[in-house]
């Protein structure tokens, strides 16, 4: 069943907007990440997040930023859209803090830039 | 900067056979080493992981994992047509897990 929600599931939007995607767990996990995966399903690490740190990709460009409210939410802002933004965002959780441990995704949001 | 490959990039098998799919990643350090399987449309899911050499089975599935090698792989015994999907291999780096380059499996009745 899912555990890790995304919201909204698709969003068509020109270039230069600004957009917001949102993601929630119920399952208590201490971390939270955002991944990219490309039309190739190549997936990319974009962030990840715990209560204490944020660690970002150094090639997240700049207009990309995570928001987080509490552990439980790691939203993703892009602040003016670009072609190649196209792609589905993938959320996901782990329990701890540590990268060696499963990661729970979200079914993603499909994002196409005009 | 951990490479994390697979191979082959995609693969068509009948309904019945053995399925091998492999993972080559470029750091020594890491510590644990995962498959995940990706159904058209929907969210990658943990099949099974690994933190030593040597293998472990679960079912139908086995992971098998050459540290030296910088090697693992997944076996599917008796693959079934709804075992369709992308699979994605990941490898822990620092403090997240990279993913491989996926490999399509299709299994035909």
């Known amino acids: 069943e899912t555990a890790v929600f995304q919201t909204p599931n698709y969003h068509v939007t020109q270039v230069g907007n600004e957009v917001s995607f949102n993601c929630k767990q119920t399952?208590?996990?201490?971390?939270m990440y955002w991944y990219k995966q490309d039309s190739k399903k190549l997936l990319k690490i974009m962030f990840s997040?715990?209560?204490?740190?944020?660690?970002v990709n150094e090639t997240v460009p700049r207009r990309f930023s995570p928001q987080s409210s509490d552990k439980a939410h790691l939203n993703l802002r892009i602040k003016s859209v670009e072609p190649e933004d196209s792609a589905v965002y993938l959320c996901?959780?782990?329990?701890?803090?540590?990268?060696?441990?499963?990661?729970?995704f979200g079914s993603g949001t499909r994002l196409t830039v005009l | 900067q951990q490479k994390v490959q697979q191979s082959p990039e995609s693969l068509i098998v009948p309904e019945g056979a053995m399925t091998s799919l492999n993972c080559t990643f470029s750091?020594?350090?890491?510590?644990?080493f995962a498959w995940y399987r990706q159904h058209s449309g929907k969210a990658p899911k943990a099949l099974m992981s690994?933190?030593?050499?040597g293998e472990k089975e679960e079912g139908r599935f086995t992971i098998h994992l050459n540290k030296a090698s910088l090697h693992f792989s997944l076996h599917i015994r008796d693959s079934q047509p709804s075992d369709s999907a992308l699979y994605l291999c990941?490898?822990?780096?620092?403090?997240?897990?990279?993913f491989g380059t996926g490999t399509k499996l299709q299994v035909v009745p």
């Open positions: 996901a959780s782990s329990p701890g803090v540590t990268s060696a441990e499963t990661l729970y």
């Open positions: 399952l208590g996990h201490d971390t």
């Open positions: 997040y715990n209560n204490k740190q944020l660690i």
């Open positions: 750091d020594s350090a890491s510590q644990y």
């Open positions: 690994i933190f030593s050499n």
């Open positions: 990941a490898v822990n780096s620092g403090t997240y897990q990279r």
